[in-house]
């Protein structure tokens, strides 16, 4: 088993930045896929930004260029810099890891932008 830990949401005005981290309690090296998702009221979980599985990321069209995901295995923690925050980015965002057949969330954390 594998515990996600997310960290790093709050309230900011739109165009800043915000980090969040997910600390993972292995070793990320042998946790596929790492990534980070959002949900808001009502909608789908989306995908935001990931790993894939050699090593290079994926991210949503809406968050490119403002967005950037990075790992450091020494801290077996995974981030996310948000920058130019908009109202639209306000959901909660999940981290997500797998080692097949499991797939890993963490318990989410809540990003509020305002206008």
């Known amino acids: 088993q594998v515990q996600l830990v997310e960290s790093g949401g709050g309230l900011v005005q739109a165009g800043e930045s915000l980090r969040l981290s997910c600390a993972a309690s292995?070793?990320?090296?042998?946790?596929?896929?790492m990534g980070w998702y959002r949900q808001t009221p009502g909608k789908q979980r989306e995908l935001v930004a990931a790993f894939t599985s050699v090593g290079s990321t994926n991210y949503a069209d809406s968050v490119k260029g403002r967005f950037t995901i990075s790992r450091d295995t020494a801290k077996n923690t995974v981030y996310l810099q948000m920058n130019s925050l908009k109202p639209e980015d306000t959901a909660v965002y999940y981290c997500?890891?797998?080692?097949?057949?499991?797939?890993?969330w963490g318990q989410g954390t809540q990003v509020t932008v305002s206008s």
């Open positions: 292995r070793s990320i090296l042998f946790i596929n896929n």
């Open positions: 997500n890891g797998r080692t097949p057949p499991l797939v890993y």
